[in-house]
Nanobody, 122 residues
Framework: VQLQASGGGLVQAGGSLRLSCATSGSTFGGYSTTWFRQAPGKEREFVASIGFNSGIRNYADSVKGRFTISRDKVKNTVYLQIDSLKPEDTAVYYC????????????????WGQGTQVTVSS
C-alpha cells in the first residue's frame, strides 16, 4: 500500500490536531496501521496502532488519554486525533502499515508515509 500522511502543523500547547493517513490505489483491508513519531535527535518511537479490520487499538503509555486512533473503512483512511498537545509532542509523525497484527517495532514495516510535522509551542 502507498501511504499519504497529512494534517500536521504549528499549534500552541493545549491545542489539538487530527492527522490523516490515506492509501492510494489500494485498501487497508488486512493491514494494521501504526503511527510513529520522531523528534529531533531521537529514535522513531511507537505512538498508536489499529487493526483495520478488527479495530483493536494500542497506545504508547505517553499518549494514552490524549491521542485517539481511528479508521474510516469507506475512505480507507486512518486518523490520529491529538488533544492536549504538549511541547514534547513536537516531532515528525509517520504512518506505517503491515499485513496482520500491528507491531511496535519500526523494522516490522516496509510501507511508510512521508511524515507530517507537528510543532507545539509553549
Amino acid at each position: 500500500v502507498q501511504l499519504q500522511a497529512s494534517g500536521g502543523g504549528l499549534v500552541q500547547a493545549g491545542g489539538s490536531l487530527r492527522l490523516s493517513c490515506a492509501t492510494s490505489g489500494s485498501t487497508f483491508g488486512g493491514y494494521s496501521t501504526t503511527w510513529f513519531r520522531q523528534a529531533p535527535g531521537k529514535e522513531r518511537e511507537f505512538v498508536a496502532s489499529i487493526g483495520f479490520n478488527s479495530g483493536i487499538r494500542n497506545y504508547a503509555d505517553s499518549v494514552k488519554g490524549r491521542f485517539t486512533i481511528s479508521r474510516d473503512k469507506v475512505k480507507n483512511t486512518v486518523y490520529l486525533q491529538i488533544d492536549s498537545l504538549k511541547p514534547e509532542d513536537t516531532a515528525v509523525y509517520y504512518c506505517a502499515a503491515r499485513l496482520g497484527i500491528a507491531s511496535r517495532d519500526t523494522v516490522s514495516y516496509n510501507n511508510w508515509g512521508q511524515g507530517t510535522q507537528v510543532t507545539v509551542s509553549s
